[in-house]
């Protein structure tokens, strides 16, 4: 008896011991941010937070092994943690190494550069320059899952006869005949070729959206799955995955012949259509957190397949991801997740956007203007939409390094209503230089393009700024994100002028007027 019960205890000590906790005491002028970038609106971590595992959780969007405080700490791991917040405490268990906490500094800005340049340093390269310098467009919201050629090129010419300038252009899903497959549906498509020269001749890049996903029982599915090349189970089977568009088989890109044969499909497409690059969705962790998954790489874990996933997305400057795991500095595009046609949601843009940049996605894109989760647009009639929200949404995205439109502004808004958008799509395309000399100098720097009050201008009061944001160096953006048309905005030093001409002194709290029509922000003439 006394053996039997011995050997469990033995197995529980174990894994007591392989569990290291890191315990973060910090008192009250000591603010947090990190980890998941779509917590943005919870940064910074004052309120208890549940613990949270990077490992097998992501909401939708990216999680990197990063904690960053503005008295110059940081944390950071190779490997996926879980952690949690508390009153004054910060509890950290990994079950992978013993976490440190480690001092830069003395402010937000230190404790971030530290941690860039030691742990996701950039290369200096960019992703493709008309990301930041004009708007893109996707035509999920218009198409859904009826991705067609006469559909694709009414979107098209829609945005050029309503005004608003030709970007990166993104097909989504269902283009292809199934998952895994990278043909086009003949019956939707029946000139792809012609279809991508007359988009390129109206002046766009074309992005076609795929996953790493492979329909069971295809073709593709038997001849991959011959060669080794897909995820399997413990019985030596292909697994198959659960995701939002049903059950499917997986690539295993810690494979690295699985990875060079899925690249070398793409740069065939590439090569026979003229596709400029591709939205690589899905390659979210809890995907892969199955115990019973077999990988090439025996001591690989979930968000390994992440990272691995957009390490392809080098292989193409036009490119765009919305899971991400580490990969920080590199020249990948990053989408917030989709959010909901609320204004809670447009909320979440600027604090969510800070986040990322905070993390080391400075080439990062504030989901779909008015939101990208399609189940608030199925059957909802335009006569019902709150134009003001898709306004001020445009608004938002207009001082971010990218705005991406997809529900059809046209189709949605009034005459003067659609004015005012495109105009924030002007003003985005008239900042493009400047945002791609941002984007430039953070391809060197690691900076981010937007940057938190507190990052910019510490110990002024900034720290739980969450409705204001610093485009570079040079401008105060603050959107207004309620349905008010007055908000307060708190100035830094130095002088400020806005976006109508006025010279603002700094240090102080002032009350604007906002018609529907104003984004205001304020350029930065002298310290």
Excluded at 10 to 28: G, K, M
Excluded at 32 to 43: D, F, L, P, Q, S
Excluded at 457 to 476: I, N, R, S, T, W
Aim: glycine share 8%; hydrophobic share 40%; proline share 5%.
């Amino acid at each position: 008896m006394k053996k039997a019960l011995f050997l469990p205890l033995i197995l529980i000590c174990n894994i007591i011991a392989a569990q290291h906790i890191t315990t973060i005491s910090f008192p009250s002028d000591e603010y947090w941010w990190g980890g998941v970038v779509a917590y943005g609106e919870r940064m910074p971590y004052i309120q208890p937070l549940n613990e949270y595992n990077l490992e097998t959780q992501n909401n939708n969007n990216q999680v990197v092994p990063l904690l960053l405080s503005n008295k110059g700490r940081y944390v950071w791991s190779d490997k996926p943690f879980r952690f949690s917040v508390s009153a004054g405490k910060i509890t950290i268990k990994s079950d992978f190494e013993n976490i440190s906490v480690l001092k830069a500094g003395a402010t937000l800005r230190d404790a971030y550069l530290a941690a860039c340049q030691k742990h996701f340093n950039p290369g200096g390269q960019l992703p493709e320059e008309l990301f930041f310098t004009m708007p893109q467009y996707n035509t999920w919201i218009e198409l859904m899952y009826n991705q067609n050629q006469e559909d694709i090129l009414k979107y098209a010419h829609g945005i050029i006869e309503n005004g608003l300038p030709p970007g990166v252009l993104m097909i989504d899903d269902n283009w292809q005949r199934y998952y895994g497959n990278f043909d086009f549906r003949g019956e939707k498509f029946p000139d792809p070729k012609g279809m991508i020269k007359q988009l390129h001749d109206m002046g766009f890049k074309v992005m076609l959206w795929i996953c790493p996903f492979v329909s069971a029982d295809s073709q593709e599915y038997r001849e991959l799955n011959t060669k080794g090349y897909l995820l399997k189970n413990k019985n030596g089977k292909p697994a198959i995955i659960n995701w939002w568009n049903g059950q499917s088989a997986c690539y295993d890109f810690t494979n690295p012949e699985a990875k060079k044969h899925f690249i070398s499909v793409l740069k065939n497409m590439q090569e026979e259509y003229g596709i400029d690059g591709f939205k690589f969705d899905a390659g979210d962790n809890n995907f892969y957190t199955n115990k019973d998954l077999v990988s090439y790489r025996k001591d690989a874990v979930s968000v390994d397949h992440t990272e691995e996933w957009l390490k392809i997305g080098l292989e193409f400057p036009v490119n765009e991801y919305r899971a991400g795991w580490k990969m920080g500095g590199q020249p990948l595009v990053q989408r917030l997740g989709d959010k909901s046609y609320s204004w809670n949601a447009v909320q979440s843009l600027i604090p969510q956007m800070i986040a990322a940049g905070l993390m080391g996605y400075a080439y990062t894109c504030p989901d779909m203007i008015g939101g990208g989760q399609i189940k608030n647009f199925i059957n909802l009639k335009a006569d019902k939409f709150d134009q003001t929200l898709i306004v001020r949404s445009a608004q938002v995205h207009a001082m971010m390094p990218m705005m991406q439109f997809s529900v059809a502004p046209w189709r949605v808004l009034n005459a003067e209503n659609l004015a005012t958008v495109r105009n924030m799509a002007h003003l985005h395309e008239q900042m493009g230089a400047y945002i791609l000399q941002c984007a430039q100098e953070s391809a060197q720097t690691g900076e981010p393009i937007v940057r938190h009050m507190e990052y910019s201008y510490p110990d002024e009061g900034f720290a739980e700024c969450k409705d204001q944001f610093m485009l570079g160096d040079k401008y105060m953006v603050a959107p207004v994100v309620t349905k008010e048309n007055k908000r307060s905005v708190k100035l830094p030093k130095g002088q400020w002028k806005d976006d109508l001409g006025k010279i603002h002194k700094g240090e102080q709290i002032i009350t604007i007027d906002v018609p529907l029509s104003r984004l205001p922000y304020f350029e930065k003439i002298n310290n």
